[in-house]
């Protein structure tokens, strides 16, 4: 076994997102999701942020396989751009359910006949030097699967996401069995979720959930809004069970969630009671007491149905005193803001809110740090490379692997780039690859030198300054005084700033008229850089400078 594997992140370490990870063994290449992120406030009109995938692009012809742990978009959001830039999809690999969101995501994509194949536990899948067998494990979503993959140097363990649940909504536990017998044959490399390494003890078990929300519901008199993730299929069940038990009606609100429950209604994953359901357009046709709203909008997202709700503009629902509306989620971390933003709203409108800080009525989808233990213990893996975690958690991972007795030199704090290195000496970093960020704005995607992000910054913390200099055909001299218009400047003080960037605008065109640069876009960027530096010795600032040329 002179072969040497590589296990290279290319998203979802040093951060809670993007997930993508590349196995390589004998040049050939296994992806583990594709996974994007949503973007940080201050990444202005950015919509999306995914993991720079060139080395992918580069290596595509070696690609054997994709395999999907589930269906988040944090592990699937990036695969239409991933397809998108290489030529000969591999197949890609997932629960039944993650196929069949990833197939609906793709149709809206316009890819077409993409090689997409729903894989069960216990099956196995060939993939070039690899094979891969997906296992169960419990999450926010149902068909969440860890990956074991293996080459001849022996068995890497991808968990994706996930918690022991012990008794989850669908009565399908994780498969600590199988887990076990990976660990008796021995588990060259843990790549595990890292999420709530923070947190001590045992996450909570989804099917506690249910209860509360029933006598949450059952102390509230008028409407009914809960607001969850709409891929917890789980969660929107329970939802729907706490509201037959009291005789109300349910109403699914926002595309996603009708979407997802459709999805998960035909795959079995959600059972609905006859004639509970109520179309939207006929809240207004029930009387308050009766109905329970399920909407998107839990993270404050902008264009969600419980935003339109708390702005008052949504076609259907129109809030008011008496309703109540549950969030059965926690804000992911970035989106506390928005999803203040939106309960204050609500309470503006009259609304009771609840969040998940007055009553238990949410479970985390990620194992705490004695599941992370239990992990570590029932796979005996002879290396850790904690994923799914800021640095921090990452850290606390590894402090967790060394309390259940995995040796310090068997634990690797990677990062995104870094590839992990692995044959029959030892284990250790190699060079670094190419990994950072794209953004994706709109339907463009562009890398982080993206124009129109940088352009926004600016504009928004500096503000611009447009000058229109009008200079002589012949010469090049100015023939008028230049026009100086700002707009967003912080403090650009009194008039003597404009007239003093009047005076550098005549003087830059003096020297330029001296060098002889006459051809315009010569000008502009001479004009350019001239103000530029002089409005930052002015204001210390560095405003947009937008120099206009014009010749008479
Ligand atoms: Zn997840
Ligand atoms: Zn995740």
Redesign the pocket.
């Known amino acids: 076994m002179s072969g040497k594997l590589r296990v290279l992140p290319l998203g979802g370490l040093g951060e809670i997102g993007k997930n993508m990870t590349v196995i390589e063994y004998a040049g050939k290449i296994v992806v583990v999701d594709t996974g994007l992120r949503f973007p940080a406030p201050d990444q202005l009109g950015i919509d999306l942020v995914l993991p720079d995938f060139a080395y992918l692009r580069e290596r595509a012809a070696d690609i054997e396989a994709i395999v999907l742990t589930?269906g988040?978009e944090?592990?699937v959001g990036a695969l239409p751009y991933v397809l998108r830039e290489i030529e000969d999809w591999p197949p890609i690999y997932g629960g039944p359910l993650t196929i069949a969101m990833v197939r609906s995501k793709l149709d809206e994509h316009k890819l077409k006949d993409v090689p997409l194949e729903a894989v069960h536990p216990g099956e196995e899948i060939d993939a070039g030097p690899f094979t891969i067998e997906p296992i169960k494990l419990a999450?926010?979503?149902p068909d969440m699967f860890a990956y074991a993959i293996t080459c001849e140097l022996g068995t890497t363990l991808v968990t994706g996401?996930y918690k022991f649940d012990q008794t989850p909504v669908d009565r399908i536990p994780a498969d600590v069995a199988r887990l076990a017998e990976l660990g008796r044959d021995g588990v060259l490399l843990l790549f595990g979720d890292s999420t709530n390494a923070d947190r001590p003890g045992w996450s909570i078990s989804e099917s506690a959930v249910g209860p509360q929300l029933e006598q949450t519901f059952a102390r509230c008199r008028g409407r009914i809004v809960v607001t969850c993730f709409a891929s917890n299929i789980h969660r929107v069940q329970q939802v729907v069970d706490a509201a037959a038990t009291l005789g109300r009606k349910v109403v699914l609100v926002g595309r996603s969630m009708r979407k997802n429950a459709n999805i998960g209604r035909q795959l079995g994953h959600i059972a609905v009671p006859d004639g509970i359901l109520v179309e939207p357009k006929r809240i207004e046709d029930f009387p308050d007491e009766k109905l329970v709203i399920v909407s998107t909008g839990s993270q404050g997202e902008p264009l969600s149905a419980l935003r339109r709700m708390a702005g008052s503009e949504h076609p259907h629902v129109d809030l008011r005193k008496g309703d109540t509306v549950i969030f059965s989620a926690t804000p992911i971390p970035g989106n506390e803001r928005a999803v203040n933003e939106t309960v204050d709203r609500l309470f503006r409108l009259g609304a009771e809110v609840i969040t998940a800080k007055d009553a238990p009525i949410h479970a985390s989808?990620h194992g705490y740090a004695e599941e992370l233990k239990l992990m570590l213990n029932l796979v005996k893996p002879r290396y850790v490379m904690p994923a799914h975690g800021d640095h921090r958690r990452i850290r606390l991972h590894m402090a967790l692997a060394e309390a259940v007795g995995i040796a310090p030199e068997a634990l690797f704090a990677g990062e995104n780039g870094l590839p992990l290195e692995i044959d029959a000496k030892g284990a250790r970093f190699g060079k670094p690859e190419r990994a950072g960020l794209i953004f994706v704005d709109g339907v463009n995607v562009g890398d982080i030198e993206n124009v129109a992000l940088r352009d926004r910054r600016m504009l928004s913390a500096d503000g611009i300054f447009i000058v229109v200099a009008t200079v002589s055909e012949q010469d090049g001299s100015s023939v008028s005084e230049p026009e100086i218009i700002f707009r967003g400047v912080p403090a650009p003080g009194d008039d003597s700033v404009v007239r003093d960037l009047r005076d550098e605008v005549e003087a830059s065109l003096d020297r330029a008229a001296k060098d002889d640069v006459r051809e315009i876009d010569a000008l502009q960027s001479r004009l350019h850089d001239d103000l530029a530096a002089f409005v930052y010795r002015r204001l210390k600032r560095r405003p947009m400078v937008l120099p206009v040329v014009v010749e008479v």
Do not use: A, E, R
């Open positions: 589930h988040h944090d592990h999450h926010s979503i996401d989808g």
